[in-house]
């Protein structure tokens, strides 16, 4: 058996896996780098980047235990959470579309902790799509795994993800502090809610296309 191998396979694996599903634009990578631009100090977005982590660190657990298999058994909950999850994008869209870079960077109104894990909880968790694809990607993947290679391949897509976020929140930093005026932060506050509003329709979509 050829276990130092089938351990770098694994990890490897496990890299390109994590990178190819968090490095697509998406709500939860925007409402990160959003939070990192805008907050005064790295610190102050740490609350949305360790939650975001935290939660991707849960979802790839169960993946690969197959607790998250419960949400492709019983087709009503996937709708649950579809509904839930459009009525927070459409929340947090709004939240986005209204806020004021410019305000924000004068005044020091920005996202509370309390809103930053809100948010980031509910984009994270209640993404159906995520949630599909850890399941199908990761959770499928590890199946080729065990042992300690599996765990191997556990915990470097979870690693992957942590740095992710980490970097996110710290380019969106250098990039708030490139925006001396807030007309960067306040397009990106409207591009973020055009994408949080993109993915609330296809999930609604998809949604239709449960019931119907």
Same mark, same amino acid.
């Given at each position: ?31 990160? *780098? ?11 977005a ?35 959470? *579809? ?37 980031a ?15 199908g ?15 191997? *391949? ?11 976020f ?8 250098? *990039? ?37």
């Amino acid at each position: 058996m050829n276990w130092g191998g089938n351990m770098t396979e694994a990890i490897v694996h496990g890299i390109i896996l994590a990178f190819g599903l968090i490095v697509p634009l998406g709500v939860q990578n925007v409402f990160v *780098f959003n939070q990192g631009a805008l907050q005064p100090t790295f610190a102050r977005a740490l609350p949305v980047v360790v939650t975001a982590a935290i939660c991707d660190t849960l979802l790839i657990i169960a993946a690969i235990s197959g607790v998250s298999l419960l949400v492709l058994t019983f087709a009503w909950l996937e709708n649950v959470i *579809f509904s839930i999850g459009i009525v927070f994008l459409l929340y947090i869209g709004f939240v986005l579309w209204k806020s004021d870079a410019m305000s924000t960077k004068v005044d020091g109104v920005r996202f509370s902790t309390k809103k930053q894990i809100l948010f980031a909880t509910s984009v994270s968790l209640l993404n159906p799509h995520a949630i599909l694809d850890t399941i199908g990607v990761i959770g499928s993947s590890s199946l080729n795994y065990s042992g300690d290679v599996r765990i191997a *391949f556990t915990l470097t897509t979870i690693v992957v993800s942590w740095l992710w976020f980490i970097g996110l929140a710290t380019a969106g930093r250098y *990039f708030g502090k490139l925006d001396s005026t807030g007309k960067l932060l306040t397009l990106l506050n409207k591009v973020s809610a055009w994408v949080v509003w993109g993915v609330a329709v296809y999930m609604a979509m998809r949604l239709a296309g449960n019931i119907g």
